[in-house]
C-alpha cells in the first residue's frame, strides 16, 4: 500500500514568509509525528498526534511553529515569519495505534530558507 | 543533559567485512532502542528493535546488542555488502512514551 507522503518536496522561501508543510499517513494509522533533521544532527522531535487526543507539542521550538491534524488524518506543520536557522528537512511519520513502536517516514520536506 | 552519541561520522569497509556501529546514551533510561536506515533524500527506515531487557535481537545478517549497564548499543552489518552503504541511525524511547530520540547517525560505505 501508500507510505507516508509528504508534500512539497522541497521549498525554498524568504526569511519572514510563512511556509506550509503537508502530511499524508498511512491509512489508518493513527500516531502522527513531526521531526526535523539540521545538516550533521540527528532528528529531533516536534508534535506528536494519537487520535482525539491533545497533541504534544513539547518539541516545537518557538511559538512560530505550529500543526494541526484534521479529520485523524492529513497534517499540516505552519513554520510562520521563517528565519535561517529553520532550514532543515522535516520529517512526517505514522505508526497503527496497535503498533506504535514501529515509525513509518515520509521522504521529507526540505525547507531552505534565504 | 540527556546525550545520544554514535561512533564516527564515516565508516569505510570492504564488502564481506562486518560493519560494527556504537550508540551510547548518557542520563536516559530507555524502554527500547531502535535502529533504522537512512538513504540519501529518503525518510528513516526502521530496521530492528530491542527492548531494555533483551541482550541480543537478529534480523537476517544484521545483530544488534543493548547493555543498560554500559549505555550502549550495538549495530553489526555482517557479510557487508555496497547496498548496505547509508546512514544508520539509532534512536532511543523512554518507558510510556512513543517520541523517538536519535542520534545523529554513522555513514557507512561498502567498498566493492
Known amino acids: 500500500g501508500a507510505g507516508v507522503s509528504q508534500s512539497p518536496s522541497n521549498k525554498v522561501t524568504e526569511k519572514g514568509k510563512d511556509v506550509e508543510l503537508r502530511c499524508d499517513p498511512i491509512s489508518g494509522h493513527t500516531a502522527l509525528y513531526w521531526y526535523r533533521q539540521s545538516l550533521g544532527q540527528g532528528l529531533e522531535f516536534l508534535i506528536y498526534f494519537q487520535g482525539n487526543s491533545a497533541p504534544d507539542k513539547s518539541g516545537l521550538p518557538s511559538d512560530r511553529f505550529s500543526a494541526e491534524r484534521t479529520g485523524g488524518s492529513v497534517s499540516t506543520l505552519t513554520i510562520q515569519r521563517t528565519q535561517q536557522e529553520d532550514s532543515a528537512v522535516y520529517l512526517c511519520a505514522s505508526s497503527p495505534r496497535n503498533s506504535q513502536e514501529t515509525q513509518y517516514f515520509g521522504p521529507g520536506t526540505r525547507l531552505l530558507v534565504l | 543533559s540527556q546525550k545520544i552519541e554514535q561512533n564516527s561520522e564515516a565508516l569505510n569497509i570492504q564488502e564481506g567485512k562486518t560493519a560494527t556501529l556504537t550508540c551510547n546514551y548518557t542520563n536516559y533510561s530507555p524502554a527500547y532502542l531502535q535502529w533504522y536506515r537512512q538513504d540519501p533524500g529518503r525518510g528513516p527506515v526502521f530496521l530492528l528493535l530491542?527492548?531494555?531487557?533483551?541482550k541480543e535481537k537478529r534480523k537476517e545478517r544484521l545483530k544488534v546488542t543493548f547493555d543498560t549497564t554500559l549505555k550502549q548499543s550495538l549495530f553489526h552489518i555482517t557479510a557487508s555488502q555496497p547496498a548496505d552503504s547509508a546512514t544508520y541511525l539509532c534512536a532511543l524511547v523512554r518507558s510510556n512514551d512513543y517520541k523517538l530520540s536519535f542520534g545523529a547517525g554513522t555513514t557507512v560505505t561498502v567498498r566493492a
Open positions: 530491542i527492548r531494555e531487557n533483551e
